[in-house]
């Protein structure tokens, strides 16, 4: 079955960086773009951006512009999310989701915790 | 502030129907594709909804989406406790050229 398998929850200061993985399997990883969604404590959902895995495109929301990287290992059908100069505000739930319009599946999600 | 609008909670009693709404504008509900996602407390999201009004497999009959204009509403019938959960509304945004979400509506099942 499709599955999206992430990295485990990281602890980070204030200004350091933090990258998540997300391993796609049962599907060709290069024929859905992977999306990348994050959720505070408490709060919705919030769109950081798409990756396209075929060609290393993509886009990110405005608000994530310059702080946001995201690549991919196709010999590990890897996908990558780099969030740099990290702020107290960054501690959510971050998610990877398969998709175009809509995603079907997410990934169990990475807790990523940020601390003075 | 969400881009697109849902009520912050609502609660019915099991057996029951209940609808969310989903206020955009031209600029994304009115023109694309309008998913919804169920997260169960603690949970991870799980599409529901997509292009509107499709039910994926796994997704009960019970569950229903429609879109007119610029808003969009996802249906609940047969209200079951298990069906307690956050329900989010997704469309992308060509002005903003972003995806986004409704603020979230928690459901309440009492």
């Known amino acids: 079955q499709v599955q999206l398998m992430q990295s485990g929850a990281e602890v980070k200061k204030t200004g350091a960086s933090v990258r998540v993985s997300c391993r796609a399997s049962g599907y060709t990883f290069t024929e859905y773009y992977i999306h990348w969604v994050r959720q505070a404590p408490g709060r919705g959902l919030e769109w950081l951006g798409w990756f396209n895995p075929k060609n290393s495109g993509s886009k990110f929301a405005q608000k994530f512009q310059g702080r946001v990287t995201m690549t991919r290992d196709m010999s590990v059908s890897t996908a990558y999310m780099e969030l740099t100069s990290l702020r107290f505000d960054d501690t959510a739930v971050y998610y990877c989701a398969r998709g175009g319009y809509y995603f079907d599946p997410w990934g169990q999600g990475t807790l990523v915790t940020v601390s003075p | 502030q969400s881009v697109l609008t849902q009520p912050p909670s609502l609660s019915a009693a099991p057996g029951q129907r209940v609808t969310i709404s989903c206020s955009g504008s031209?600029?994304?509900?009115?023109?694309?594709?309008v998913s919804w996602y169920q997260q169960l407390p603690g949970g991870v999201p799980r599409l529901l909804i997509y292009?509107?009004?499709k039910r994926p497999s796994g997704t009960p009959a019970r569950f229903s989406g429609s879109k007119s204009g610029t808003s969009a509403t996802l249906g609940i019938s047969g209200l079951q406790t298990g069906d307690e959960a956050d329900y989010y509304c997704?469309?992308?945004?060509?002005?903003?050229?972003?995806?986004?979400f409704g603020g979230g509506t928690k459901l309440t099942v009492l």
């Open positions: 292009d509107n009004d």
């Open positions: 031209s600029s994304n509900i009115g023109n694309t594709y």
């Open positions: 997704a469309a992308w945004d060509s002005r903003l050229s972003e995806v986004v």
